[in-house]
């Protein structure tokens, strides 16, 4: 692993390196610690963000369209925190929030161009696909939430990860040993080759947004994105990490060891950055060819032979059916919550339905009353958490109970069944009876109050480690998303939609107002932090900053209570003494979550959007 770090590629100057920001301005950005488990991040300061667009060719990076990483002199430049003076912004016109600071800039752009919110998320999707290569991309997918404001009507998209149409039922049956536990060596291998690839739906999803809602088409998008992607990427601490985490995977295939790892050995530092000309150019051909390039044409046929290659089975029909066959959802998850209107992904994402019943389970106690994070709170909160995790997967692929899973009387009767002492054992509840016949999130909203929001994903970080050759995107390893003994809600079989966790949320007052949009990265962590989220704000009074910045929990249904090392340990004993069973983990946990959310005061008209210091999120607003 050493020998991989001491190899050095061009160096640019470090007075270069610290003037550089997210759109070449070259402004000298503020500094201050990196979160870690010793030093919270600095304090939010609500400030209006100005993103002045950059001429075409101008930047402070030094352009490199051969490809390649540049080295940068000195350890410290590039991480989060020290190029990002503070992780909120406060404006009237619009606002958007995602896991890099130069693809919420995007965003903004083109709503400052007079794009409106779907315009700006369907922007802010591709580009944090090329700065944020890690968590998603075109070869992946995952969920939009829209809210209409002139309807005060809400829709959803769905581009979860299917299965191709050639796959067995028993494709798994491989990776099981005789007991029937996971083989782990070739689980691994599975997960790093084509065998994983999931069918990408992403870019159609884009499409059908904007052609339905949109403003602005996608050829009228994409130069927003390759002016912004020419800077290349920064690499912070984060991706540093990530890359290092997931070396191996990448070293495996050619054209990532290439893209991704310096002189295709090794990892980059921190303040070092990764050029990606193939990439732009196959944004660029998407926008004067239309997707149909991608999913018909030379792309498609390249994705399907690097696929087949490596033992996967998607033909060139599985992506042909992915251009079209977009699952828009007309009546997504909605619940009220003490009077406001939550909206958000149904089946097959489990988050929509599992934010709801936590809710719908707190509803019944004054949480305001017991105070945040207090024993008292934490403890219902998380014996909430442990009812309401069960089972889901695909509605096309069985009968599942989402009328009585989201019904307040299964609530009242899981709510009745949290005392003062901690339940230590639980069995899932039944809803029948109440029942009638690494990931990344961005969040925007626009002038007129329309919300749109979306989380995607390639499922691992860096996928299953395939990059396309020419093309500079990575493959998804979408397929272990399902479970590998068949017979199961979330079994694979041809067309299937794997079950998700990914959960795209917005509130809205009883009169139609936006209150707050915000999502989540984070696996199934992703419903405990929008739960909390929620609770934050609407319960407890505090900004979208501040829910950002504070301790997290989590409890699933083993009945463990998992906190981030900020808690009190005062309030650690107490839950303690109570029972529980406490789990403390660092101060700053990124498998915590990372909620991406803006905020709105109908009083003031004021727009408040976060950035969650867990990783390289950031808000800009205008």
Known sequence: MKQRRQLAALTLSAAMLISMTACGQGTQPSTSSVPSSSSQPSASQSSSASVPSSPEGESDYPLNNQGGIAAAEG?????????????????????????????????????????????????????????????????????MNIYLADEQKNVAI???????????????????????TRNQELWSEF??????????????????????????????????????????IRVTENLHNLID??????????????????????????????????????????????????????????????????????????????????????DPVEVTYRGYKLYSMPLPSSGGVIVGEILNILENFDLASMGHNTPESIH????????????????SFGDIPITGLSSKDYAYSLYEQITGEATTELEAGDPMPYESASTTHMSVIDKDGNMACMTQSISSHFGCGITVPGRGFLLSNGLTSFDLEQGKPNSVAPGKLSLSSMTPTILVSPEGEPVLIS?????????????????????????AQDSADAPRVFAGADCVIQVEGRMPQDVIDELEAMGHTVKVGSDWDANMGSSNTITYNPDT??????????????????
């Open 245 to 330: 985490s997931s070396y191996e995977k990448l070293y495996m295939h050619e054209a990532s060891r290439e893209l991704w790892l310096k002189d295709g050995l090794t990892v980059p530092e921190v303040g070092d950055v990764i050029y990606n000309p193939d990439l732009i150019d196959t944004l660029n051909l998407i926008a004067e060819n239309g997707i149909e390039y991608f999913y018909e044409g030379p792309i498609a046929q390249e994705i399907v032979d690097i696929i087949q290659a490596d033992g996967g089975v998607m033909n060139m029909n599985d992506l042909k059916t992915a251009m079209t066959d977009v699952l828009v959802i007309d």
């Open 519 to 543: 999502g989540s990265p984070g696996g199934e962590r992703i419903i405990a932090c929008m739960a909390q989220t929620i609770i934050n704000i609407v319960d407890f009074g505090m900004n």
């Open 605 to 622: 008209g004021e727009l408040h959007v976060a950035g969650d210091p867990r990783r390289d999120s950031q808000g800009v607003a205008y």
């Open 380 to 395: 219902v909160i998380s014996e909430a958490m442990m009812r309401a995790y069960a089972y889901l997967g695909d509605p």
């Open 158 to 180: 769905s581009s979860q990860f299917p299965a191709p149409e050639d796959i067995p039922l028993d494709y798994f049956e491989y990776l099981l040993n005789e007991d029937g």
């Open 75 to 143: 350890s410290d430049i590039g991480t989060a925190a020290t190029t990002l003076s503070t992780r909120d912004a406060s404006g009237y016109n619009g606002a958007v929030t995602s896991g890099k600071q130069e693809a919420s800039e995007v965003g903004i752009e083109v709503l400052k161009a007079g794009g409106n919110a779907i315009d700006a998320c369907v922007a802010t999707a591709l580009a944090i696909g090329f700065f944020e290569p890690n968590a998603s991309g075109l070869g992946g997918g995952g969920f």
């Open 191 to 232: 997960n790093s080759s084509g065998k994983a690839v999931s069918i990408m739906k992403a870019l159609s999803t884009y499409q059908v947004a904007l052609d339905n809602w949109g403003t602005m088409t996608l050829s009228e998008i994409i130069p927003y994105v390759t002016q912004a992607a020419e800077q290349g």
